[in-house]
């Protein structure tokens, strides 16, 4: 579905929880930017148009990305027996009480935004879906229907990570085990690409970040590990795509919680969005 003036063309769709499509448009920065505020008011249109009207019936031919913004919510959703329970939050920063569920939307908006306006997407090579658009929290089979509906052909997950020192630094990508994985390499990969892409970034306002690397979720849950990767697993559309939880950064690092989440952030999160954006553009493109 588009919606079309002298100024401005913007082709979305809206799936089931809340998702974005995002398809491109010609002068969309600060369009999509209400956008994500007024889910469905187009002020090149000038209406309120219903949801019912914003449902793309045609297939996308290009490739699809699928962004998840980690956490969510007030209350954790799903179940440790079903294998799918997402936690409400996990990180808080240190001084400033900021919660990881809220940075990671916020992030992820801006990758999806980064990615709809780029040359890509405009030209209908790539498009960008999120699992969740608002302060929501979906549990890990939803999350998982999400990528499959959407067809997608890479996913990563969007997450900031906590320790108890207070003083770790540096992206860390999650990735499945080995051992339950056959696509282990092409997903570590694909894990490490993007989390060299964040400490590229960081090292702009913070030299001294450490190296990115990946590593598995075999200490979650018991040894189960992560339940995102084993609802991926059930699903043929889901287990085959490169995926991954990318552990940005610390919110709680003393050092970092001011200038990274509050004096310069808006200089970092845009930095971090378009190295991601560009990482999972070209990720993208590569996949078979």
Same mark, same amino acid.
């Given at each position: 579905?588009? %919606? ?17 499509? =995002? ?9 999509? *930017? ?5 889910? %469905? &008011? ?31 919510? +007030? ?28 940075? +990671?939307?916020?992030? *992820? ?14 030209? !209908? ?14 549990? &890990?089979?939803?999350?998982?229907? +999400?990528?499959?509906?959407? !067809?997608?052909? %890479?996913? #990563?997950?969007?997450?900031? $990570?906590?320790?108890? *020192?207070?003083?770790?630094? !540096? ?9 339950? $994985? ?6 570590? +990969? ?7 892409? #964040?400490?590229?970034? *960081?090292?702009? &306002? ?7 690397? #990946? ?40 050092? =970092?919680?001011?200038?990274? &989440? ?11 969005? !378009? ?14």
């Amino acid at each position: 579905m588009g %919606c079309a003036s002298a100024r401005t063309v913007l082709l979305f769709t809206e799936m089931k929880d809340g998702a974005l499509v =995002l398809a491109g448009y010609d002068d969309g920065v600060t369009l999509f *930017s209400r956008l994500r505020f007024l889910r %469905c &008011f187009l002020p090149a249109c000038g209406s309120l148009l219903p949801a019912s009207r914003l449902m793309a019936k045609e297939v996308f031919q290009g490739r699809t990305i699928v962004i998840d913004p980690g956490h969510g919510g +007030t209350t954790d959703t799903g179940s440790d027996k079903d294998r799918n329970r997402s936690s409400s939050n996990n990180a808080t920063s240190a001084t400033l009480g900021i919660k990881e569920k809220d940075v +990671t939307l916020e992030l *992820s908006l801006l990758i999806a935004e980064r990615i709809a306006a780029s040359p890509e997407a405009q030209s !209908g090579k790539v498009r960008a879906v999120l699992t969740r658009s608002t302060d929501v929290n979906l549990n &890990f089979t939803e999350r998982a229907a +999400t990528v499959a509906e959407a !067809g997608a052909v %890479c996913f #990563v997950s969007i997450h900031f $990570n906590s320790h108890r *020192s207070q003083r770790a630094s !540096g992206p860390r990508a999650v990735i499945q085990q080995a051992a339950k $994985n056959p696509h282990y390499k092409a997903d570590h +990969t694909f894990a490490l690409a993007l989390a060299k892409a #964040v400490e590229k970034a *960081s090292k702009t &306002f913070h030299p001294k970040t450490p190296a990115a690397f #990946v590593h598995d979720d075999h200490e979650l849950h018991k040894g189960r590990g992560s339940y995102l990767f084993y609802q991926f697993n059930a699903d043929e559309k889901t287990g085959r795509i490169p995926a991954c939880h990318l552990e940005v950064e610390f919110l709680d690092n003393m050092e =970092l919680e001011r200038p990274f &989440f509050a004096d310069r952030k808006k200089e970092v999160f845009p930095a971090w969005a !378009g190295a991601i954006a560009a990482e999972l553009i070209r990720q993208a493109q590569a996949a078979p």
